[in-house]
């Protein structure tokens, strides 16, 4: 076996807890390879494994955790509750089933999957959130595809703001918004397809950057995304991109570097805007 990379940096979130900046994603890992690709990736170095009930692969994600070898506490998991969810008691019922699969004691974060405003649900569903988190079931409680004013309820409504937003984030599709609000409200941003699903990888202003440094322009990417303050989960499928993906912490973009990937940026999104559902 190849030696592991050295670990994602740990990004403080504003609960206290701590999380590795670069995870490993597992959407469309069909169940059957995802004990072994999660176990590929805790080899390769990673620390932070990326679920949700919609994935149909939280017991395989937490087969890896508990076959890894590794103390719990060394690994960071996120799970997420699906859309038919929503609702206080069926938020509740909902965690019961993740945890019930995964077969883990305590989930280190929890989120909202979306916030399906035409529901309009997702306050109530927060505050179930809050309360398996105040009963220690789960470590840290957050959110995914908020914009800044579905955050605003959470926290106008509730007092309770969520530490992290995971968003559809790349090049094309920056998210400053999602990113100043976090920035003055202590939500830790991160990136879901950090890669646009792999096709990003063509654009040829990145293959000159990825020339520069003698890098893939997968790694270009990530490390545009570690130097933003995100955090992002990419997904691979063989130990050689796994591997790859984790290995961007020894070089660093130029701010021109950093500047010509914010050049791409013209709000392409691979997945849907959540004001539509
Ligand atoms: N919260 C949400 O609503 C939401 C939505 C979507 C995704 N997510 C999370 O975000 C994770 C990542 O997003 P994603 O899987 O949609 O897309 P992604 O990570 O942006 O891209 C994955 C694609 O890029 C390819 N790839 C990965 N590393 C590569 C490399 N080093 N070189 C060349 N190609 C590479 C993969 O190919 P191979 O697989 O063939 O290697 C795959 O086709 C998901 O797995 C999931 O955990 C969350």
């Known amino acids: 076996m190849t ?3 050295p670990p994602a940096p740990l990004l403080p979130l504003a609960d206290g807890a701590v ?13 059957a390879d995802t004990a072994r690709l999660c176990r590929t990736a805790i080899d390769a170095g990673y620390r932070h494994l990326d679920t949700a009930a919609l994935y149909g692969n939280e017991a395989e994600v937490g087969e890896a955790v508990r076959t890894s070898g590794l103390p719990r506490d060394e690994l960071f ?4 509750l699906w859309n ?16 019930e699969r995964i077969g883990l004691e305590r989930l280190d974060l929890y989120l909202i999957h979306w916030p399906v405003p035409s529901q309009s649900l997702f306050v109530e569903t927060w505050r179930a959130l809050i309360r398996l988190r105040d009963e220690g079931r789960v470590r840290s409680i957050g959110v995914s595809n908020f914009h800044p004013h579905h955050l605003r309820r959470l926290i ?23 990113r100043a609000f976090g920035d003055a409200h202590g939500i830790r941003t991160e990136a879901w397809s950090p890669l646009a ?7 040829p202003v990145l293959a000159g950057i990825a020339a520069d440094h003698d890098r893939s322009v ?4 990530l490390r545009w995304q570690v130097q933003l303050g995100n955090i992002a989960i990419p997904k691979a499928s063989s130990e ?29 999104r691979t997945g849907r805007d959540p004001d539509l559902d």
């Open 3 to 5: 030696a592991p990379l």
């Open 19 to 31: 999380i590795p900046q670069i995870g490993f994603g597992t959407y469309k890992i069909p169940p």
């Open 77 to 80: 998991v996120t799970s997420k």
């Open 84 to 99: 038919d969810d929503h609702g206080y008691e069926r938020a509740l019922r909902a965690f019961d089933a993740t945890m």
């Open 156 to 178: 106008d409504e509730t007092g309770v703001t969520p530490v992290v937003d995971q968003v559809e984030l790349h090049p094309w599709l920056p998210q400053d918004e999602v």
């Open 197 to 203: 699903r792999g096709r990003m990888l063509a654009e």
């Open 218 to 221: 997968a790694q270009v990417v």
């Open 240 to 268: 050689a991109r796994i591997r790859e993906n984790l290995d961007v912490f020894d070089f660093a973009l130029t701010p021109e570097q950093m500047d010509a990937v914010a050049g791409l940026a013209n709000g392409e």
